[in-house]
């Protein structure tokens, strides 16, 4: 499960309005708690994919590299990121598996149908190696 | 190599580099965010890491003994494939950090 404040929830999800038709990025700070993930704040990033930007993201492990410093100073861990899907689903795809190494993180995907959020889910990122790695849908507690 | 054991939590890490380790890897290293370790460079001090927790090595190293290409290994804020690689110098001031790269996006 991921539990996410109302604020946080509509910050990620307005990140990628105002990014369309292009994907945003960010880090999602807070806590591992009971199994799950509880959010206390979220860092927008650049996305450095400027070759494929509407429907590709990359984010640079330097900002990442400072986000968890600054979230490390507020007692906060990187717990997972967040993207959009421009006019497509909030459904991960083979490259967010393939790219996704952050094992016991969330991965949170909102689709943003011709510039207005739409959906949000979370998949965690299950597994214990690159072989059998799986993102399971989790319950998003928002509030 | 007769290792040392590492300082006590709190003790600045004199004579040894720190390591940040990465939310998904501390299962691996001991539930610990920061690991000191010993080695003039970063593969020595990577070397010292998978010595004092060899469940790190798969996710850091390939079967053949490579780094993995998702694996970002960074000194301070300069990432190694932009200094010396795995020659990069390290000192007990500076700290090493181990970043997985995130990506994806909705292209198949």
């Known amino acids: ?143 | 190599m007769k290792l040392n054991p590492p300082p006590p939590r709190g003790h600045h890490f004199v004579g040894m580099t720190k390591i940040h380790i990465p939310s998904p890897l501390r299962q691996y290293a001991g539930q610990q965010a920061d690991v000191a370790v010993q080695g003039t460079t970063v593969g020595d001090v990577l070397s010292d890491l998978v010595a004092r927790h060899p469940d790190l090595r798969r996710h850091l190293y390939t079967e053949e003994g490579k780094l993995r290409a998702f694996v970002n290994i960074y000194v301070n804020d300069e990432d190694i494939r932009y200094l010396k690689r795995e020659a990069t110098a390290v000192t007990d001031s500076d700290t090493i950090s181990i970043v997985p790269s995130v990506a994806g996006g909705a292209l198949r």
């Open chain 1, 1 to 143: 499960m991921l539990k996410i404040g109302q604020s946080q929830y509509d910050a990620l999800r307005r990140h990628g309005e105002e990014t369309y038709p292009y994907e945003c990025c960010g880090v999602l700070l807070g806590r591992f708690e009971d199994g799950g993930r509880v959010v206390t704040s979220t860092a927008r990033c650049g996305n450095t994919r400027d070759d494929s930007p509407q429907n590709r993201y990359h984010i640079d492990p330097q900002e990442v590299i400072r986000i968890q410093r600054e979230g490390r100073e507020r007692q906060e861990d990187i717990i997972g990121f967040y993207h959009s899907h421009p006019d497509h689903p909030a459904r991960w795809s083979p490259t967010d598996l393939a790219e996704a190494h952050w094992f016991g993180c969330s991965y949170v995907i909102t689709s943003v149908e011709k510039g207005k959020a739409a959906d949000t889910n979370s998949f965690e990122l299950t597994g214990s190696d690159e072989q059998d790695k799986q993102l399971v849908g989790e319950k998003v507690e928002v509030g």
